[in-house]
């Protein structure tokens, strides 16, 4: 079955609201994975230029052809990231996503996972949903779903550029 919303929900994932309205003290601390959707209705446009925050001296914009090709069209899920605990323990879903959010208000990020979002024309109306996992579970959930998402669409979800692996495999 391939990845969606019904899917994601039967998995144990939550949340499922548009990132301009998600509280983020509504998002669990502890570490998992989220997904990032179209939401019903969805009307694809890019933007000349990304919203995002500068990366070590990187403007985050690619052209718009270089978006096209990563576009996939039959899928709802556009991004596949993961919230670790961190060097320190003291990450997880909401202070990830809250990264994340803010990476699209032109903050600079720690990473710049995912910033082809925020060259999409109404990112503020994507959906977003999290599973929290134990963080030993992580990496190889995250690897998981991107390898099925790959085998549904023969590639990476649309701002997952990099295939997740499990170290050691």
């Not at 959707?37 to 990187?58: D, H, I, N, Q, W």
């Not at 099925?148 to 979800?157: A, I, M, Q, W």
């Amino acid at each position: 079955m391939p990845i969606n919303r019904q899917t994601l929900k039967s998995d144990g994932f939550a949340g499922f609201r548009p990132l301009a309205a998600v509280d983020v003290n509504r998002i669990p601390q502890r570490t998992g994975i989220f997904a990032v959707l179209k939401p019903g209705g969805y009307e694809l446009r890019f933007l000349p230029k990304s919203t995002a925050g500068v990366f070590k001296k990187k403007d985050p914009s690619v052209s718009e052809s270089a978006l096209a090709a990563e576009w996939v069209e039959d899928a709802d899920v556009v991004y596949i990231g993961k919230a670790g605990a961190g060097s320190k323990g003291n990450r997880g879903l909401r202070r990830q996503i809250q990264e994340f959010i803010d990476f699209g208000k032109g903050k600079p990020p720690g990473h710049w996972d995912g910033r082809l979002i925020w060259q999409l024309a109404d990112p503020g109306s994507l959906l977003i949903a999290w599973k929290e996992l134990p963080a030993e579970a992580v990496n190889g959930a995250e690897a998981g779903y991107h390898a099925r998402f790959r085998e549904d669409h023969g590639r990476l979800p649309f701002a997952n550029l990099v295939q997740a692996r499990v170290k050691g495999k």
